[in-house]
């Protein structure tokens, strides 16, 4: 398949071989009684794919909400590259590279698709507020470039054709891409995507696969949590298992199918 390259700046030049570019040690989150993420410790390798699992009510959201800052930790350490992320909030994280998507899809349905993309630009605007008051050249140019590079990333995704239409009135498998191309609009280094296979059908859950394969190439790093297991086999370096706010196993795709206690736990009859 082919499309056009995103405009997005991976980390390859920057990368060191089996650099570390998200590590986090003992986080905890409670709410009320419920103890939704227990002493999660996780190190996810510059340039992988790295998948979280576990079944329903498991804690990936909440551990996801954790790391890009929707949710501060009770507990715990959290790094990007080098930098402490404790406290940081989720804006601020956009603009250190981490960049990501909902469960529950979250766009601005009353704006054309490629308004969405030209939004999650805003965060790399490289003009001045007065800039845009005074609607001068500068206003022109930037604007210019960001609707060309979000019609780029719109054809990555395959929605080029739909720029024009309402980002409501796409289906729901174009809204899960439209909201790829709007996180990619940061420039992120790491990549969240929260369950985004989840109402899409075959032809686009092939799609996606591909499309993650093109940016794990172009250095960007993604973190997919996932319920559908032959996309996560396919597709991921490594993965978390969860069971109940808490770690259960990490590993390659091969340790995670021969692991008795995820089968258990998760995979059952199912899998095999
Ligand atoms: N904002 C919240 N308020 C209260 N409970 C929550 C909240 N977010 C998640 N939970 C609870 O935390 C647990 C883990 O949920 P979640 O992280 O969404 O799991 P998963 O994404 O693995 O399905 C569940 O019991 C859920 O009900
Ligand atoms: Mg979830």
Redesign the pocket.
């Known amino acids: 398949m082919t499309a056009a390259a995103p405009t997005v700046s991976g980390g390859t030049q920057s990368s060191r071989d089996g650099a570390v570019l998200f590590r986090a040690q003992g986080l905890h989150k409670s709410?009320?009684g419920?103890r939704?993420?227990r002493d999660i410790s996780l190190a996810i390798p510059m340039g992988s794919v790295f998948a979280i699992i576990?079944?329903?009510?498991?804690?990936?959201?909440?551990?996801?909400?954790l790391m890009s800052g929707v949710?501060q930790p009770d507990a715990g350490k959290m790094r990007l590259d080098e930098i402490d992320m404790i406290g940081v909030p989720a804006h601020r994280r956009v603009r250190y590279g981490l960049a990501r998507t909902f469960?529950k899809i979250r766009l601005f349905k009353q704006l054309s698709v490629l308004d969405n993309v030209v939004a999650g630009f805003h965060t790399h605007h490289n003009i001045f507020a007065w800039q845009y008051v005074l609607h001068g050249a500068a206003f022109q140019r930037d604007h210019a470039r960001c609707r060309d590079e979000a019609m780029g990333l719109l054809a990555f995704v395959g929605l080029e054709k739909r720029a024009q239409v309402l980002a409501g009135s796409l289906s729901y498998g174009e809204q899960r891409m439209l909201e790829i191309a709007r996180a990619l609009a940061t420039g992120p280094r790491l990549l969240m995507v929260?369950?985004p296979a989840a109402g899409l059908n075959a032809a686009e859950v092939d799609t996606l696969l591909d499309r993650i394969g093109v940016l794990r190439q172009r250095g960007i790093t993604v973190v997919v949590?996932e319920h559908n297991m032959d996309l996560v086999m396919k597709v991921a370096d490594r993965i978390l298992v969860?069971d109940y706010?808490q770690y259960l196993f990490e590993g390659s795709p091969v340790e995670v199918q021969a692991n008795p206690a995820v089968i258990a736990a998760y995979l059952g009859a199912d899998f095999q």
């Not at 576990?54 to 909400?65: C, E, H, M, R």
């Open positions: 709410f009320g419920v939704a993420v576990g079944p329903n009510g498991a804690g990936k959201s909440t551990l996801l909400n949710y469960q929260d369950e949590v969860m706010g």
